[in-house]
Nanobody, 129 residues
């Protein structure tokens, strides 16, 4: 499986960006797709996740309120819509794919990087004040 993240850039505070994560190589219907970010000098942080087949989403503290995750089955692509961006959103954003091992797996179990099998290369988001 290859994951290709894109859509990052340099924007001013208050702007919006939509990141994309395109998957290829196999179907990911039994996976969740997560977004993480890592700012310089900080640990990777969970942003949110979407269950590919159900479309259900779950967000970490950094993703609640201003960020929305969606997916396009036809394009095999997951999106992270980021609104009202702040300088503290500046980070390298990664997408990852984690297998859903049980139908009762709680979404918060995907907050951990260790749940993920595949990773994209990251796309840089820089928000100026």
């Amino acid at each position: 499986v290859q994951l290709q993240a894109s859509g990052g850039g340099l924007v001013q505070a208050g702007a919006s960006l939509r990141l994309s994560c395109a998957a290829s190589g196999r179907t990911l219907r039994s996976y969740v797709m997560g977004w993480f970010r890592q700012a310089p000098g900080k640990e990777r942080e969970f942003v949110g996740v979407i269950n590919w087949s159900r479309g259900t989403t779950y967000y970490g503290e950094s993703g609640k309120g201003r960020f929305t995750i969606s997916r396009d089955n036809a394009r095999n692509t997951v999106y992270l819509q980021m609104n009202s961006l702040k300088p503290e959103d500046t980070a390298l954003y990664y997408c990852g794919a984690a297998p859903v091992r049980s139908v009762i797996s709680p979404m918060n179990s995907f907050e951990s990087e260790s749940a993920y099998t595949y990773w994209g290369q990251g796309t840089q988001v820089t928000v100026s004040s």
